[in-house]
């Protein structure tokens, strides 16, 4: 069970809603990883070698790495977290963060969201 907007929810009801909001729409997501001290490096270099992982930075904070990736549709950013990106060593914990809406990215401005 998780919750999603407030409302508690069975695991299959979460993707079934997300499916439907995000549709076969890209879906861009910031991964955050916590990882042991001394494996950050190696963490860093496996997830670097994985295609949806655009960027991937070591960083200070609550957090250790963080990924931005991004995807044809939801589907494919799940098979990637359930796949993928569990396959790589060194990973303790993750947090998914998925875009609603870009207003610059990599130096350029959006156009603005509908």
């Known amino acids: 069970m998780s919750v999603l907007g407030g409302l508690r ?55 250790d790495i963080v990924v931005k990736t991004k995807f044809r549709n939801y589907t494919q950013l799940k098979r990637f977290l359930v796949e993928e990106l569990s396959a790589v060593k060194g990973i303790r914990d993750t947090k998914t963060l998925m875009v609603e809406a870009s207003f610059k990215e990599r130096g350029q401005l959006r156009s603005a969201p509908e």
Not at 15 to 37: C, H, R
Not at 38 to 58: I, N, Q
């Open 9 to 63: 929810v069975q695991q299959g009801e979460n993707d079934s809603m997300l499916s439907s909001y995000y549709g076969d729409e890209e879906v861009t997501a910031i991964i955050t990883l916590k990882v042991e001290t001394k494996d950050a490096d190696a963490v860093c270099e496996g997830v670097s070698l994985l295609k949806p992982a655009e960027d991937v930075f070591l960083v200070t904070g609550d957090t």
